[in-house]
C-alpha cells in the first residue's frame, strides 16, 4: 500500500508542450508539497498545500500551476515547458499545523526529460 | 549564501569503519534538524531527527552545535547498505513544514 504516489514516474517530452503529474497520499494527512530536484540534487520547495488551501508559493514560474481538487490529492501542471524543467519533481506529506514534526513523506518522483 | 551547505562529498569508507560529516546552516532561528537519506534515483526518507542533546539510533549518532551552526551524523561499522545520500535538513518551525534541505553527502561504503 504505497503512502504517496504519484505518476507518472517518467516523462519525456519536447519544449514547449503541457503535462501534468498526479499525486496522491493515503496517510491522512492536511499538507501536501511539490519539491524539485534539480541536476545538482538540490530539493527544493515549490507549493504546499493545506486542506486544499495554497499556503506555500516559492518563487516559482506561473507555467507552473499546482491543483488541489481535495486534501489527499495534489496535481502539478506544467506550460510550455522549457529545458530547464527538466528534474525530479517529488510530492510529499506531512502531517500539517501544530503536530507538524518536520517529517515529510515523500512519493517516488517523477523524472521529467524536456527535450 | 546557502541556508543549509553540506560536504558533497563522495566519502569512501571500507566496510566496518567509522564516517562522520557535518552541515552548516545560516539561520539561528532554524528550530528543528533532521538527517534525510536518499537512495540513488529514490526519494529521500526521514533516518533521524537531531536533538539538542545527541542522539542515537543504532550505528547513528547526530549532534547539534547550535552556537555553531551546524549539525553532525556519525556513522558506526559501516555496511555496505549504508551507502547513500545523506541530507541535512532544517526546519524554520512555522507550521507548515517548509523544510530547507541541503544538497546532500553521499556516502560509498566499499568491501
Known amino acids: 500500500d504505497t503512502a504517496v504516489s504519484q505518476t507518472p514516474k517518467y516523462l519525456v517530452t519536447q519544449m514547449g508542450n503541457d503535462k501534468s503529474i498526479k499525486c496522491e497520499q493515503n496517510?491522512?494527512?492536511?499538507?501536501m508539497y511539490w519539491y524539485k530536484q534539480d541536476s545538482k540534487k538540490f530539493l527544493k520547495i515549490m507549493f504546499s498545500?493545506?486542506?486544499?488551501?495554497?499556503?506555500i508559493n516559492e518563487t516559482v514560474p506561473n507555467r507552473f500551476s499546482p491543483k488541489s481538487p481535495d486534501k489527499a490529492h495534489l496535481n502539478l501542471h506544467i506550460n510550455s515547458l522549457e529545458l530547464g524543467d527538466s528534474a525530479v519533481y517529488f510530492c510529499?506529506?506531512?502531517?500539517?499545523?501544530?503536530?507538524?514534526?518536520?517529517?515529510?513523506?515523500f512519493g517516488e518522483g517523477s523524472r521529467l526529460t524536456v527535450l | 549564501r546557502k541556508e543549509v551547505e553540506q560536504d558533497p562529498g563522495p566519502f569512501n569508507v571500507p566496510e566496518g569503519a567509522t564516517v562522520a560529516f557535518n552541515c552548516t546552516y545560516s539561520?539561528?532561528?532554524?528550530?528543528?534538524f533532521f538527517w534525510y537519506r536518499q537512495d540513488c534515483r529514490k526519494e529521500p526518507k526521514l533516518l533521524m531527527s537531531?536533538?539538542?542533546s545527541g542522539n542515537e539510533d543504532g550505528r547513528f549518532t547526530a549532534q547539534l552545535n547550535r552556537a555553531s551552526q551546524y549539525i553532525s551524523l556519525l556513522i558506526r561499522d559501516s555496511k555496505l547498505s549504508d551507502s547513500a545520500t545523506y541530507l541535512c535538513?532544517?526546519?524554520?518551525?512555522?507550521?507548515?513544514?517548509?523544510?530547507?534541505f541541503g544538497a546532500g553527502t553521499q556516502v560509498v561504503v566499499t568491501p
Open positions: 510529499a506529506s506531512s502531517q500539517g499545523g501544530t503536530a507538524n514534526t518536520g517529517e515529510l513523506f
Open positions: 496517510l491522512g494527512h492536511d499538507t
Open positions: 498545500y493545506n486542506n486544499k488551501e495554497l499556503i
Open positions: 539561520n539561528s532561528a532554524s528550530q528543528s
Open positions: 537531531v536533538y539538542s
Open positions: 535538513v532544517v526546519f524554520r518551525g512555522d507550521s507548515w513544514g517548509k523544510l530547507q
